[in-house]
Nanobody, 122 residues
Framework: QVQLVESGGGLVQAGGSLRLSCAASNVAFSSYAMGWFRQTPGKEREFVSTISQSGTRTFYADSVKGRFTISRDNAKNTVYLQMNSLKSEDTAVYYC???????????????WGQGTQVTVSS
């Protein structure tokens, strides 16, 4: 089983940057594709980005493409989401997830972190 813990969220002004981290508990981290999702109250969890096990393939939602970058360090059992040029509509709770392929659907991921709040002020 994989335990995931997100960190790095906070309050930032529009146009600013944040880097989120997600640390995994076990040494099998490299066997999982990792994803980032976000959710606001009353809305369905939304796909943000995903990265393959080796880090060679990445995918992004259209809403963040060109602004966000996903990466991973398998030696540290950690996945990152670098968020630049932040907009107020990026405000959400951000979750990392582990699965067996680079999917865009939240139901296809097996393990989830508790989330970290990102608030972008205009």
């Amino acid at each position: 089983q994989v335990q995931l813990v997100e960190s790095g969220g906070g309050l930032v002004q529009a146009g600013g940057s944040l880097r989120l981290s997600c640390a995994a508990s076990n040494v099998a981290f490299s066997s999982y594709a990792m994803g980032w999702f976000r959710q606001t109250p009353g809305k369905e969890r939304e796909f943000v980005s995903t990265i393959s096990q080796s880090g060679t393939r990445t995918f992004y939602a259209d809403s963040v493409k060109g602004r966000f970058t996903i990466s991973r360090d398998n030696a540290k059992n950690t996945v990152y989401l670098q968020m630049n040029s932040l907009k107020s509509e990026d405000t959400a709770v951000y979750y990392c997830a582990a699965g067996y392929s680079t999917q865009r659907t939240s139901a296809l991921y097996n393990y989830w972190g508790q989330g970290t709040q990102v608030t972008v002020s205009s």
